[in-house]
């Protein structure tokens, strides 16, 4: 079993930065491709980034390329989400998840994804 926690959203104002911070316990995610996700307020959650085992392979959404990073750092069992030139429409909640499947690749869509965080709320004011 796979526990996921994030942290570090936020009320932040248009243009400003953030990073969002995925902690794994219970069982290393180190062979686990990673991703975020995002939730607004009536909508379905979306990908945003993600990131290969290795952190060799990463794909971003068409809103998030280009101001968003997504990194992760095996040892401490943790995937980060840099996010610069923040905008209104980044509001919502962010969910870290994790893919368990044996293979180099990125899932795009929610199904992919085995264990998922709590989420935490990112707020951009205008």
């Known amino acids: 079993q796979v526990h996921l926690v994030e942290s570090g959203g936020r009320l932040v104002q248009a243009g400003d930065s953030l990073k969002l911070s995925c902690a794994a316990s219970?069982?290393?995610?180190?062979?686990?491709?990673m991703g975020w996700f995002r939730q607004a307020p009536g909508k379905e959650r979306e990908f945003v980034a993600g990131?290969?085992?290795?952190?060799?392979?990463?794909y971003y959404a068409d809103s998030a390329k280009g101001r968003f990073a997504i990194t992760r750092d095996n040892g401490k069992n943790t995937v980060y989400l840099q996010m610069d030139s923040l905008k209104p429409e980044d509001t919502g909640v962010y969910y870290c998840?994790?893919?368990?499947?044996?293979?180099?690749?990125?899932?795009?869509?929610?199904?992919?994804?085995?264990?998922w965080g709590q989420g935490t709320q990112v707020t951009v004011s205008s």
């Open positions: 219970g069982r290393p995610v180190t062979s686990y491709a």
């Open positions: 990131i290969g085992w290795s952190g060799g392979r990463t």
């Open positions: 998840a994790a893919d368990s499947r044996p293979w180099d690749g990125v899932g795009l869509g929610p199904s992919e994804y085995d264990y």
